[in-house]
C-alpha cells in the first residue's frame, strides 16, 4: 500500500483478518492494560488469550527495561501520534526470554488511552546482532571463506565489499568491482528474471527503497536472479538484499548463491512427480490415502494384495475401522497422529479380507490444509507377520537361554565390549562369593584377580584378545570375594549380532578338584615304591610258578620273614598251614591266579613262629604286552574286622531294638509316655546309665525326664543361654559329642565331674544329653543311633501337639484361649455328676465387662480384643487349677467353681478388685475398666436345674450391673 488511508476508514472485515492473521504479535491496549491479543502474539508468548486481557503488558517485559517501557507508554498517553520501534526483552510463559521489537501509536476516536502496539520476535537477529558484535574480528574470515557472494553497498550504490565468492560467481576481480556501483554491476551483467523478462525491482529501486525511504523500507528483498557472466555462461542465483548497520552506517548487504544446478533439480523433481503415479502403483509394499472420517481415498496394488481383495475397488468401498482387528486400536492411532503429525514404525493388527489377522509395521502422515486443518493421512503398511513369529520364536529362545543360564552347572558372566560385568549366573556368585548386585558394573578383571600382579596383567591380557574379536581357552587361578585362591578353565568369547561385536563372555569352572587329582596321581606315581614298601598291606610278587620275587615291609612283619628268607621261596610252601585243608586251599588258588584269574579269599595263614593269623588274600596276574609275566598277592590282616563283625552283628540287633522302640513311640499316647519310653531305650539298648531330656518352653530348657541313675539334682529349670552345650545344640540344631568336657562348657547348674558329654537335638522340641564321669565315652555309632531314636521322638511329639492342637481348637476361643460355650455344654453334665455323686456343690459366676461397647465405639474393635484377652487372663489368675473358666459370648464369661458353691461371693469380690486393679488394663484403655459379677450356688440336692441356676446367676450380674 503506497498511501496510508486514516484508520476509520479500514474495512472492518480487512482489519479482522490482518489482526488475526497478521504473522507479529499485534495487542490492543486500553487503558493501561491488554485489551486483546492476537494469534502470533499469544503463540510467541506461550499464553492463551483469555491468560492476556486485563494484564498490564509492562508485566511481560523484563526488569530492567520496564522503566523505559513505561516512559514510551507515557509518551503515548501525552498524545504523540507515532512511536518509534522499540527493542526489549520479554518473558515467554516458560520462563525463557524473548526479543521484542514493537512499533505503538495511539488509537485515534477512542476515549480512553488506548494505543495498538505491533510486536515482533528479533530474538534471532538480537543474537545475531550480538553475536556480530562479539565476533567482529572474525568477520573478516567468515566474508573471505564464505562458499556464497557476499557483497556490501553503501547508500550511493558505491561497492564496499566484494569477496571471493561474489568473484568466483560473477567473475569480476575484486579490485574492478570496488570502483563500480550496483547498477553498473547489474548493467554489465544483464541482470534479469530466470525466465528473461526485466527485473520487477532492479538495482536503482532497491537502494531506493533502502536508503531513500529509511524504516518504512522492506527490511529483506529475495529475488532469483538470472545473469550473464563475462564467460558468456548463464546463471541463475537466489539473491537476499539486507539492511544492516556498521559502526552507526546503515548500509545494504547482498548474500547471492549459485541456483542454476537447484533449478534443473526442480525441473527434474516435477518430471519425477509426474511418474510418481506409477512408482505408486508399482511400489512392493502397501501404500495408502484415508479421510479422517475413516474412508480409503487411494490403495496400491501392493496393499490390494496384502490384506487379500479381489480388486482396488472393494478396498476403497471398506471402511477404515473394519480393516482393523480391534477398532479402538484404530482411534488411538488417529489420535496420535492428530497430535503429532507423524507416525514412523507403528504396529497393529489388521483384518484381512476373509477375515484373518495380519501384523503390519505402519508409517504414516498427516496432510493439512492451509488453515492446519487434515485433510486426509497418507502412509505406507508392511506386513510383518512372519517377523512377528520369528520373534515369538525368539522371545521363546530368550527364555529358554535364562532357564540355561541360570541353572547352568557352570559359572558364566556377560559384559559389555569394555570387560564389564553385565549379568552373572547363580554358579558364578558361588564360585566367587560375590553376589549379582556385588558383580555388575564391576570391570571383570579387576573383580576376580587381586589387584596387582601377574594375575591381574593376565587377566587384562586375556580380555583384551576377547574384546579384540578372539576366543581364549585357557587354565588359570582367579581369586573368590573371600580372597581364597582357585583353579579355574576359562573360556571367554566375542558376542557377535551379525557382524557388530556387542560384548563378551566367559565360563569358569573350578578345576580344582581335577588339578588335586592330577598333583595326587603324580604324586602317586612318584611315591610308588615309597608306597609299596610302607603299605599297610602285606604285598608280595611271584613267578607264575608262585616263586617269590619281592616281599614288602608289612609282609615280613606280618609273617615274621626276612625278606632273604621269603625270597625264592615257594609262597604256598611257607605260609599254608598243613593241616585243615589250607594247603590244598592254597594251591588251588595259586593255580587260577596262574591260569590268569583274579581271585580273592578269606581264611588263616602261618607265620614264622607257628602261630595263625586271619587273612584276606587278593592275587591278581600282571600281563605286559598281552602276556602273563608274573603275579602278585595282597595279604591283609583281617583279625580287627572280624572282630568288628562280630561287633556291628551286635550293632544290627541294637539298630532292631531301637526300630521297636520307634513303633512303641508312635502308639504312644502322651508325652509322658514318650518320655519313658525314651529314657528305657536309652539304658536298656544303649546302655546309658546317665541322660535326662529337656524340653524349650519359653525361654527355658525345663528337664521333663531322667534316667533312674541319674541324680535328682538334675532336675531344672535353665534359661537357654545359659544351658551351656545342651543351649549351643538346641539352637544349632546340629549333634555334639564332647569326650574331653572344659567346665566353661557346661550349664551353670551342671553336675560334677563330667569327662564325656553326647548332646543330641529333639527337632525342634528339645535336646537329649548323656554323661560320664570318664573320658572317650561317646562314639559316632552312639550318635547314629541316638539321632534315630530322637527322630521318632520328635515325630511322635509332633503327632501329639498336632492332636492337643485339634481338641484346643475344638473346644477353645481362639481369642482369650479360654473354653468355649460348646466345651461347657459338653462338660457341665460329667461335672453336675460328679457332684451328685461326692455330694458337692458347684459355684456359678456370670460376668459382663462394664461398658464394652464404648471401649468398641470410641478406642476401637482391636483394643476391644485387647481387654477381652486381659480380663480373660485375670479371670483364670483369680481360680484355682480345679474350677474352669469359659467365654459365654461376646464380652460375657462364665467361671465353674467346681467342689464348693459357699465361696463364690469371696471369688466375685476378688474378680472385680483383680480387674479394678489390674495395670494391663490401665495401659489398654484410658478409662478404668470394670466387670459386673452375678453369682449362685446349684446343689445335687435341689430341684433347681443347672440352666435355671445359670440363668440366675445371669439375672443377679444385671442387677450388680445396675448398681454399678
Known amino acids: 500500500m503506497n498511501e496510508r488511508q486514516p484508520d476509520c476508514e479500514i474495512d472492518q472485515h480487512l482489519y479482522a483478518q490482518l489482526f488475526e492473521q497478521s504473522v507479529d504479535g499485534i495487542l490492543l491496549i486500553r487503558n493501561g492494560v491488554i485489551y486483546r491479543a492476537n494469534p502470533s502474539f499469544c503463540t510467541m508468548?506461550?499464553?492463551?488469550?483469555?491468560?492476556?486481557?486485563?494484564?498490564?503488558?509492562?508485566?511481560?517485559?523484563?526488569?530492567?527495561?520496564?522503566?523505559?517501557?513505561?516512559?514510551?507508554?507515557?509518551?503515548?498517553?501525552?498524545?504523540?501520534?507515532?512511536?518509534?520501534?522499540?527493542?526489549?526483552?520479554?518473558?515467554?510463559?516458560?520462563?525463557?526470554?524473548l526479543w521484542v521489537e514493537a512499533t505503538s501509536r495511539p488509537l485515534a476516536g477512542d476515549e480512553s488511552f488506548s494505543f495498538l502496539a505491533i510486536c515482533r520476535d528479533v530474538s534471532a537477529r538480537q543474537q545475531a546482532d550480538r553475536e556480530l558484535r562479539e565476533n567482529a574480528g572474525k568477520l573478516r574470515g567468515i566474508i573471505e571463506h564464505s562458499a556464497d557472494a557476499i557483497i556490501l553497498v553503501g547508500a550511493g550504490g558505491e561497492i564496499l565489499e566484494w569477496n571471493p565468492g561474489a568473484e568466483r560467481l560473477?567473475?569480476?576481480?575484486?579490485?574492478?568491482?570496488?570502483?563500480?556501483?550496483?547498477?553498473?554491476?547489474?548493467?554489465?551483467?544483464?541482470?534479469?528474471?530466470?525466465?528473461?523478462?526485466?527485473?520487477?525491482?532492479?538495482?536503482?529501486?532497491?537502494?531506493?527503497?533502502?536508503?531513500?525511504?529509511?524504516?518504512?523500507?522492506?527490511?529483506?528483498?529475495?529475488?532469483?536472479?538470472?545473469?550473464?557472466?563475462?564467460?558468456?555462461?548463464?546463471?541463475?542465483?537466489?539473491?537476499?538484499?539486507?539492511?544492516?548497520?556498521?559502526?552507526?552506517?546503515?548500509?545494504?548487504?547482498?548474500?547471492?548463491?549459485?541456483?542454476?544446478?537447484?533449478?534443473?533439480?526442480?525441473?527434474?523433481?516435477?518430471?519425477?512427480?509426474?511418474?510418481?503415479?506409477?512408482?505408486f502403483d508399482s511400489v512392493p509394499i502397501g501404500l495408502y490415502r484415508t479421510t479422517p472420517d475413516?474412508?480409503?481415498?487411494?490403495?496400491?496394488?501392493?496393499?490390494?494384495?496384502?490384506?487379500?481383495?479381489?480388486?482396488?475397488?472393494?478396498?476403497?468401498?471398506?471402511?477404515?475401522?473394519?480393516?482393523?482387528?480391534e477398532r479402538e486400536a484404530r482411534h488411538a492411532w488417529q489420535q496420535r497422529i492428530e497430535r503429532d503429525g507423524v507416525i514412523d514404525g507403528s504396529e497393529a493388527v489388521w483384518r484381512t479380507h476373509d477375515g484373518r489377522d495380519l501384523w503390519i509395521e505402519e508409517s504414516a502422515r498427516a496432510v493439512r490444509d492451509e488453515d492446519g486443518r487434515v485433510v486426509c493421512y497418507e502412509g505406507s503398511a508392511k506386513d510383518i507377520s512372519d517377523r512377528k513369529r520369528i520373534e515369538a520364536a525368539l522371545d521363546r529362545e530368550k527364555a529358554y537361554f535364562e532357564r540355561l543360564f541360570a541353572a547352568s552347572p557352570e559359572a558364566v558372566v556377560l559384559c559389555d565390549g569394555n570387560g564389564r560385568v553385565a549379568r552373572v549366573n547363580g554358579e558364578f556368585t558361588r564360585l566367587f562369593g560375590y553376589s549379582e548386585k556385588e558383580s555388575v558394573g564391576k570391570d571383570i578383571d579387576a573383580l576376580v584377580t587381586p589387584s596387582s600382579g601377574e594375575l591381574r596383567d593376565e587377566a587384562k591380557s586375556i580380555t583384551s584378545n576377547v574384546t579384540g574379536g578372539e576366543q581364549v581357552a585357557v587354565e588359570a587361578i582367579r581369586q573368590r570375594a573371600d580372597g581364597a585362591f582357585v583353579d579355574v578353565s576359562v573360556l571367554a568369547q566375542p558376542i557377535f549380532v551379525g557382524s557388530e561385536q556387542v560384548g563378551i563372555y566367559a565360563i569358569y569352572r573350578d578345576i580344582g578338584p581335577r588339578k588335586a587329582a592330577e598333583e595326587a596321581l603324580r604324586q602317586e606315581k612318584a611315591r610308588f615304591e615309597q608306597l609299596y614298601e610302607a603299605s599297610p598291606e602285606a604285598i608280595v610278587l611271584c613267578t607264575n610258578e608262585s616263586v617269590i620275587l619281592r616281599a614288602n615291609a608289612e609282609f615280613t612283619r606280618l609273617f615274621g620273614y626276612t625278606k632273604d628268607e621269603a625270597i625264592g621261596a615257594n609262597i604256598d610252601r611257607l605260609l599254608a598251614p598243613t593241616k585243615d585243608g589250607l594247603i590244598e586251599e592254597a594251591l588251588a588258588l595259586t593255580h587260577r591266579i596262574a591260569d590268569g584269574q583274579t581271585d580273592s579269599i578269606e581264611t588263616v595263614r602261618r607265620r614264622k613262629d607257628g602261630s595263625h593269623v586271619q587273612v584276606s588274600i587278593l592275587g591278581t596276574p600282571i600281563r605286559m604286552?598281552?602276556?602273563?609275566?608274573?603275579?602278585?598277592?595282597?595279604?591283609?590282616?583281617?583279625?580287627?574286622?572280624?572282630?568288628?563283625?562280630?561287633?556291628?552283628?551286635?550293632?544290627?540287633?541294637?539298630?532292631?531294638?531301637?526300630?521297636?522302640?520307634?513303633?512303641?513311640?508312635?502308639?504312644?499316647?502322651?508325652?509322658?509316655?514318650?518320655?519313658?519310653?525314651?529314657?528305657?531305650?536309652?539304658?536298656?539298648?544303649?546302655?546309658?546309665?546317665?541322660?535326662?531330656?529337656?524340653?524349650?518352653?519359653?525361654?527355658?530348657?525345663?528337664?521333663?525326664?531322667?534316667?533312674?541313675?541319674?541324680?535328682?539334682?538334675?532336675?531344672?529349670?535353665t534359661p537357654i543361654a545359659k544351658a551351656g552345650i545342651a543351649g549351643e545344640v538346641y539352637h544349632e540344631g546340629k549333634t555334639s559329642i564332647d569326650n574331653n568336657v572344659r567346665a566353661?562348657?557346661?550349664?551353670?547348674?551342671?553336675?560334677?565331674?563330667?569327662?564325656?558329654?553326647?548332646?543330641?537335638?529333639?527337632?525342634?522340641?528339645?535336646?537329649?544329653?548323656?554323661?560320664?564321669?570318664?573320658?572317650?565315652?561317646?562314639?559316632?555309632?552312639?550318635?547314629?543311633?541316638?539321632?534315630?531314636?530322637?527322630?521318632?521322638?520328635?515325630?511322635?511329639?509332633?503327632?501329639?501337639?498336632?492332636?492337643?492342637?485339634?481338641?484346643?481348637q475344638a473346644i477353645r476361643d481362639p481369642l482369650t484361649g479360654l473354653f468355649n460355650r460348646r466345651y461347657f455344654n459338653e462338660v457341665i453334665e460329667q461335672e453336675t455328676l460328679r457332684a451328685t455323686r461326692y455330694d458337692h456343690p458347684l459355684g456359678l459366676l456370670m460376668i459382663d465387662v462394664n461398658r464394652f461397647k464404648e471401649i468398641n465405639d470410641s478406642l476401637g474393635h482391636q483394643t476391644g480384643d485387647d481387654v477381652l484377652r486381659e480380663i480373660a487372663r485375670v479371670l483364670q489368675a483369680s481360680v484355682r487349677e480345679t474350677d474352669f473358666v469359659v467365654r459365654y459370648g461376646g464380652d460375657e464369661f462364665l467361671v465353674v467353681l467346681t467342689e464348693t458353691g459357699e465361696e463364690a461371693d469371696q471369688a466375685a469380690q476378688r474378680i472385680r478388685t483383680m480387674v479394678r486393679e489390674s495395670v494391663e488394663l490401665r495401659q489398654i484403655t484410658d478409662f478404668p475398666v470394670t466387670v459386673s459379677v452375678g453369682t449362685t450356688a446349684w446343689q445335687p440336692d435341689s430341684e433347681l436345674t443347672v440352666e435355671l441356676a445359670l440363668a440366675r446367676a445371669d439375672a443377679r450380674m444385671y442387677e450388680d450391673k445396675r448398681r454399678a
Not at 508485566?59 to 509518551?75: G, N, Q, V, W, Y
Not at 526483552?89 to 525463557?96: E, I, L, N, P, V
Not at 602276556?627 to 602278585?632: C, D, G, K, L, T
Open 170 to 279: 560473477f567473475r569480476i576481480p575484486r579490485e574492478d568491482a570496488l570502483d563500480m556501483t550496483l547498477p553498473q554491476i547489474e548493467h554489465q551483467l544483464a541482470f534479469g528474471s530466470p525466465e528473461g523478462t526485466k527485473l520487477p525491482h532492479g538495482a536503482a529501486d532497491i537502494l531506493a527503497r533502502f536508503f531513500e525511504q529509511g524504516d518504512d523500507a522492506e527490511l529483506d528483498i529475495e529475488r532469483q536472479i538470472a545473469f550473464t557472466r563475462p564467460d558468456e555462461n548463464r546463471r541463475t542465483i537466489r539473491a537476499i538484499a539486507r539492511p544492516i548497520p556498521i559502526e552507526g552506517e546503515r548500509l545494504l548487504c547482498i548474500f547471492a548463491r549459485d541456483v542454476t544446478e537447484e533449478r534443473a533439480h526442480a525441473a527434474t523433481l516435477r518430471e519425477s512427480e509426474a511418474r510418481y503415479r506409477s512408482l
Open 625 to 717: 604286552g598281552g602276556e602273563q609275566v608274573a603275579v602278585y598277592g595282597i595279604y591283609r590282616d583281617i583279625t580287627d574286622r572280624k572282630e568288628a563283625e562280630m561287633a556291628l552283628a551286635e550293632a544290627r540287633q541294637r539298630v532292631e531294638q531301637l526300630h521297636e522302640a520307634a513303633g512303641r513311640l508312635e502308639r504312644a499316647e502322651s508325652e509322658d509316655d514318650v518320655y519313658r519310653i525314651v529314657m528305657e531305650a536309652a539304658e536298656r539298648i544303649l546302655g546309658f546309665s546317665h541322660c535326662a531330656i529337656d524340653v524349650a518352653r519359653n525361654g527355658l530348657l525345663i528337664t521333663q525326664a531322667v534316667s533312674s541313675e541319674t541324680p535328682k539334682e538334675r532336675i531344672r529349670r
Open 45 to 97: 508468548h506461550g499464553y492463551e488469550p483469555s491468560e492476556l486481557i486485563g494484564r498490564s503488558p509492562i508485566d511481560l517485559i523484563h526488569p530492567d527495561d520496564r522503566a523505559t517501557a513505561r516512559e514510551r507508554m507515557a509518551t503515548l498517553g501525552a498524545g504523540q501520534p507515532v512511536v518509534d520501534a522499540f527493542t526489549y526483552r520479554t518473558f515467554h510463559r516458560d520462563g525463557h526470554t
Open 744 to 808: 566353661s562348657r557346661l550349664s551353670e547348674r551342671a553336675s560334677k565331674p563330667i569327662q564325656s558329654l553326647i548332646s543330641v537335638p529333639i527337632g525342634s522340641v528339645g535336646v537329649f544329653q548323656a554323661a560320664l564321669d570318664t573320658p572317650g565315652a561317646f562314639s559316632e555309632d552312639d550318635a547314629r543311633h541316638l539321632e534315630i531314636l530322637l527322630g521318632h521322638t520328635a515325630e511322635a511329639l509332633a503327632r501329639l501337639n498336632l492332636q492337643q492342637e485339634l481338641i484346643d
Open 294 to 325: 475413516g474412508k480409503v481415498v487411494d490403495a496400491n496394488p501392493a496393499l490390494v494384495e496384502m490384506l487379500g481383495y479381489p480388486n482396488r475397488k472393494m478396498l476403497l468401498e471398506t471402511p477404515v475401522d473394519d480393516g482393523y482387528a
